[in-house]
């Protein structure tokens, strides 16, 4: 079993940054890759960035690439989404998700097996 909970959502300018944070409890945080996704409102939930169990692999979707930065405090059992130069169409409720798959992380939703409850991002224009 694994407990996730997102933190550090809010209302930014267009061109702001936030950071959002995810606190890991329940198995060895170090044993799987974790995962940000976002849902915006009336659209499908959609990848935004993976990270591995070390923190030495990263991907990123083409729309967040060069202003999004993942990481991950093994230690802490936390995972961050740094995002920079936010733009209106980056309003979502972004989730953080743990694969326990063997060979993570993925781009794929259906590869992760635990979930946030979601912290709202809300850019303006």
């Known amino acids: 079993q694994v407990q996730l909970v997102e933190s550090g959502g809010g209302l930014v300018q267009a061109g702001g940054s936030l950071r959002l944070s995810c606190a890991a409890s329940g198995r060895t945080f170090s044993s799987y890759a974790m995962g940000w996704f976002r849902q915006a409102p009336g659209k499908e939930r959609e990848f935004v960035a993976a990270?591995?169990?070390?923190?030495?692999?990263?991907y990123y979707a083409d729309a967040v690439q060069g202003r999004f930065t993942i990481s991950r405090d093994n230690a802490k059992k936390m995972v961050d989404l740094q995002m920079n130069s936010l733009k209106p169409e980056d309003t979502a409720v972004y989730y953080c998700?743990?694969?326990?798959?063997?060979?993570?992380?993925?781009?794929?939703?259906?590869?992760?097996?635990?979930w946030g409850q979601g912290t709202q991002v809300t850019v303006s224009s």
């Open positions: 990270i591995s169990r070390s923190g030495g692999s990263t």
């Open positions: 998700a743990a694969d326990l798959r063997f060979g993570g992380p993925s781009r794929v939703i259906n590869s992760y097996d635990y």
